[in-house]
């Protein structure tokens, strides 16, 4: 078990550019979430998806925002035309079914200049 | 609105006393729980999990309680240790039918000195 995967690590850009994150989940865990956390808060969901399709979207997952599981395994997260607003940890935490414990990555943390 | 909240944002306690964090949530359909501890510049690391038909769950030297009559959930550290220092987090699930989406409170600093 190698356990929930995220890259980069760190991300510093300029105000306006795009970004993309990657997540590779626990292999045989069908649902993938994706959470962002800000300084002293706890995380807040974003999305997630059984298999690979998306069946939540937050409110806070603006249209700036879009998140994408093509086979069913990694996940990737976009944000285009990044604003201060964005700097935040992106966490991806994946599980095998519902009501089953969900475990994190270290995630991406998102600098924006 | 949904929310789960922290008593205490921050616990001191001495090496090898036991710890006691508390978490009260909003919710009355939650039916799962989790506890989560998360180390600077890391992910949140499960520690222990407890579902609605139960009222006490025990793992390594940590205990869960739940008290559904008043939403109260406690997170029991036995014999404190250094490398327990780090931001604990409960969070909640509401179902049936959700989509397991987590809820997280804010957090509560444990901070174990030598």
């Known amino acids: 078990d190698t356990g929930v995967s995220q890259d980069p690590r760190h991300k510093i850009t300029k105000r306006g550019q795009n970004v993309t994150f990657r997540c590779d989940p626990i292999?045989?865990?069908?649902?993938l979430y994706w959470y962002r956390q800000t300084l002293g808060q706890g995380p807040e969901f974003l999305t997630y998806?059984?298999?690979?399709?998306?069946?939540?979207k937050s409110r806070l997952l603006s249209d700036r925002f879009s998140a994408e599981r093509p086979k069913g395994s990694f996940s990737t997260l976009e944000i285009q035309r990044t604003e201060q607003g964005d700097s935040a940890m992106y966490l991806c935490?994946?599980?095998?079914?519902?009501?089953?414990?969900?475990?994190f990555g270290d995630g991406t943390r998102l600098s924006i200049l | 609105g949904e929310s789960v909240g922290l008593h205490l944002p921050t616990l001191s306690v001495q090496e090898g006393d036991n710890s006691i964090i508390n978490c009260a949530y909003s919710n009355s359909a939650s039916d799962y729980f989790i506890w989560y501890k998360q180390e600077s510049g890391k992910g949140p690391q499960f520690i222990i999990d407890?579902?609605?038909?139960?009222d006490k769950r025990q793992g390594q030297r940590v205990t869960v309680l739940l008290n559904k009559t008043v939403k109260h959930l406690s997170l029991q550290i036995a014999a404190t240790q250094p490398g327990d220092s780090a931001v604990y987090f409960c969070?909640?699930?509401?179902?049936?039918?959700?989509?397991?989406?987590?809820?997280f409170g804010q957090g509560t600093t444990l901070q174990v000195k030598p």
């Open positions: 292999s045989e865990h069908n649902r």
């Open positions: 935490a994946s599980s095998w079914g519902f009501n089953q414990p969900q475990h």
């Open positions: 998806f059984q298999n690979e399709a998306q069946l939540e």
């Open positions: 969070a909640e699930m509401v179902g049936p039918g959700n989509t397991g989406k987590l809820i």
């Open positions: 407890i579902r609605s038909n139960m």
